[in-house]
């Protein structure tokens, strides 16, 4: 079962943005990039824009222009924060289309798999084996 609707992607996808800015480790990281990031998903439609500096996620009425914007289904976001899509080759593929600065994102990833093994665990603690991939 997908995603019921774009509260939960917000909840789980956004969420994801939300525990990094809380880790010591990452968090600073993240807040040093100064980039925002937006996310267009489908399946359900979702926007999500992600300030770095700030450490705050919103949708785009709330929110500074992104610095690059990635749009894909939901399925492949969730996909991605479980390890199980490349960036590079899910960009290759067009599964996700990135407008702005591919090479700031790029320069994220590291950051980013730190934080996987926290959202598959948010996942198998809800209950959501249904998301797993």
Do not use: C, N
Not at 87 to 102: F, H, Y
Request: charged share 20%.
């Amino acid at each position: 079962m997908p995603f019921a609707d774009s509260d939960e992607v917000r909840d789980y996808i956004g969420g994801v943005f939300v525990d990094a800015f809380a880790d010591t480790e990452v968090g600073p990281k993240l807040r040093a990039t100064g980039l925002v990031l937006g996310f267009v998903l489908s399946d359900p439609d979702t926007v999500l824009v992600v300030d770095t500096a700030t450490g705050t996620v919103g949708d785009r009425a709330s929110m500074p222009a992104p610095t690059a914007t990635m749009t894909m289904s939901a399925d492949i976001a969730s996909a991605y924060w479980q390890g199980k899509v490349s960036l590079p080759l899910a960009m290759g593929r067009r599964q996700i289309k990135v407008e702005g600065s591919v090479a700031a994102l790029l320069k994220l990833a590291p950051l980013s798999t730190k934080l996987m093994p926290a959202y598959v665990q948010r996942l198998e603690d809800d209950g959501r084996h249904d998301l797993l991939v």
